[in-house]
């Protein structure tokens, strides 16, 4: 049974960084696409970034690129979300998920296990 634990989120103010982790445990963690989704209050979780298993492609959602960048330790079996530039939209439930397959993973419904959650909130 995999297992993803997130890490690092926190209040910060707009225009400061954060760093979020998430450890895996349960699955041969490098053969898989991993990902980072967000909902903030009253809206659906969506997109933000997605790495692929060997780590040489990543893609990012349009509100993010260039601010937030996603990695992966396969050592360690965990991947991270270095988040810059914060802006007070940022502010959401923060999840990892592990996708079914080795390529990059926007979708949803390609991830079948996520973790539970770390809140960031961006103070303006």
């Known amino acids: 049974q995999v297992q993803l634990v997130e890490s690092g989120g926190g209040l910060v103010q707009a225009g400061g960084s954060l760093r979020l982790s998430c450890a895996a445990s349960?699955?041969?963690?490098?053969?898989?696409?991993m990902g980072w989704f967000r909902q903030a209050p009253g809206k659906e979780r969506e997109f933000v970034a997605t790495?692929?298993?060997?780590?040489?492609?990543?893609r990012y959602a349009d509100s993010v690129k260039g601010r937030f960048t996603i990695s992966r330790d396969s050592a360690k079996n965990t991947i991270y979300l270095q988040m810059n530039s914060l802006k007070p939209e940022d502010t959401a439930i923060y999840f990892c998920?592990?996708?079914?397959?080795?390529?990059?993973?926007?979708?949803?419904?390609?991830?079948?296990?996520w973790g539970q959650g770390t809140q960031v909130t961006v103070s303006s």
């Open positions: 349960g699955r041969t963690y490098r053969d898989y696409a």
């Open positions: 790495i692929s298993a060997s780590g040489g492609s990543t």
């Open positions: 998920a592990s996708a079914l397959r080795y390529t990059i993973a926007t979708i949803m419904s390609l991830y079948d296990a």
